[in-house]
């Protein structure tokens, strides 16, 4: 039987099924139920059962509100378990995705979200690589930590690999890196 001569899963998919849903119910391999989806002509659906024509749309759809503005993630997670958004045949982080709907420019470097509610996705909770910069600026300024040096010793910029204490001390990243490796060779 051809993936195409399948009116049971046809059915299920005209009803606005996912995927992934059809290929449960019925016992297919999903690549079968992607199969009968394209000869019948019929827009890639969400877990959620909405039709999604965007990246930001996709993202939407996976949002769950938790009140005060703070959004919760009701979509795939990875190894890690940071949020993602499949879209278009790509995986996009939904911190990336949250940071750019909001405020409208391509992110910098890692968005996290700097909220204290676990789990949160909205885009006014996140900041990038230049907003984090800026807070340290401004928290080094408060705690009267004054003009610091852009570079450790070996020459790394603080900029792109420090790591702060709790203390608010920072060190530099690449170093401790360098310097566990020394370690580990040691021991070796």
Do not use: I
């Amino acid at each position: 039987m051809r993936a195409v001569d399948r009116p049971d899963a046809a059915e299920l998919l005209r009803q606005g099924l996912p995927n992934a849903e059809v290929a449960r119910r019925l016992g297919m391999s999903p690549r079968t139920v992607r199969a009968v989806r394209t000869h019948l002509g019929l827009d890639r659906v969400t877990g959620r059962g909405a039709v999604t024509r965007t990246l930001e749309e996709a993202y939407r759809v996976r949002t769950v509100p938790l009140g005060d503005g703070h959004l919760g993630w009701a979509g795939a997670r990875g190894g890690n378990g940071a949020p993602f958004v499949r879209f278009g045949g790509r995986r996009t982080s939904a911190y990336r995705v949250a940071f750019r709907a909001h405020f409208g420019r391509e992110p910098e470097g890692v968005v996290m979200p700097v909220c204290d509610v676990k789990g949160c996705v909205a885009g006014p909770c996140m900041d990038d690589e230049s907003a984090r910069r800026r807070t340290r600026a401004q928290l080094a300024a408060l705690m009267g930590l004054g003009h610091r040096q852009p570079t450790c010793s070996q020459g790394h910029l603080y900029a792109e690999t420090a790591e702060y204490r709790a203390n608010g001390k920072r060190e530099c990243g690449a170093c401790r890196v360098q310097h566990r490796q020394e370690l580990k060779a040691v021991a070796a």
